[in-house]
């Protein structure tokens, strides 16, 4: 029998996946995990019915959550990650050998644990020697710091459940305040695409545009989240992601990457009219 794995984008659309099998499911105290085996994608999981990350298009996510930045703020040293348990920003931020400290916030502790066992290559770099990992609310652990982290990234679900307080005023505020004075934030922005995904990622964004100097936002495309068509924000206190691009400066450490490069980096701020008005009218 052909089992599918099927993720509602809307009320009128959704998408469908041929597995070949359930691998794992649990419950914890945050949410549903399940891991499932698929010809197209390789193992992926999902948190309460939503795909997070599959072995065939997570270098997308990861490589542009972590390199545009870094090539912003090459020096960049002491690193918060939020969320992120499967550790594939983890992974991206360990190759950067000017690093000295990834502090890794994930609520969930089942979700490291079992990217860990199942996703191998994703999960691969937690246990390097610079990275602490901390299994709490990373709406609280932020409020601990002041002026002491180069970047944060925000590498969180949806708001609903956990991530629901990772898209308020106050914790953006906290993170304003546990940045040094170059500090960048980069968060999951959501989708311009369907109606929801919409309204959240403006909201996202009038927020961090009344705490943060610079507030822009850039695009990646990612086959198996909703529209395939996804956001990050980059909030800063001095860095133009374009005019501070250090381009050959990236350049010259020699990282291999499959989807991030200097030419995407610029492009990828050049947004569609549509999301550019969105975004105005935020
Ligand atoms: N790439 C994914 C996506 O956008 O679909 C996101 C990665 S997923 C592993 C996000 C993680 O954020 C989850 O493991 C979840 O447990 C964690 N998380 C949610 N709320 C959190 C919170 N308040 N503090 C720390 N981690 C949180």
Known sequence: ?????????????????????????????FQKIDFFESEEFG????????????????????????????????????????GGGDGGTVRELTRYEGIELIDLVEIDERVVRLCQEYLPITASKLDDSRVRMHFEDGIEFVKKYDGYYDLIIVDSTDPIGPGEGLFTIDFYNNCYKALNDRGILINQHESPYYENDAQEMKRAHAKLKNIFEITKVYQYHMPTYASGHWLFGFASKVYDPISDHKDKEWERLGLITKYYNSNIHVGSFMLPTYVQKMLENA
């Open 43 to 82: 193992t992926f999981f999902t948190l309460d019915g939503f795909m997070m990350v599959n072995e065939k298009d997570e270098f997308i996510y990861h490589e542009m959550i972590v390199h545009v930045p870094m090539a912003v703020n090459p020096e960049i040293k002491r690193v918060l990650v939020i």
């Open 1 to 29: 029998m052909t089992i599918w794995y099927s993720e509602n984008y809307t009320e009128n659309c959704k998408f469908d996946i041929k597995v070949n099998r359930h691998i794992y499911s649990e419950q914890t105290p």
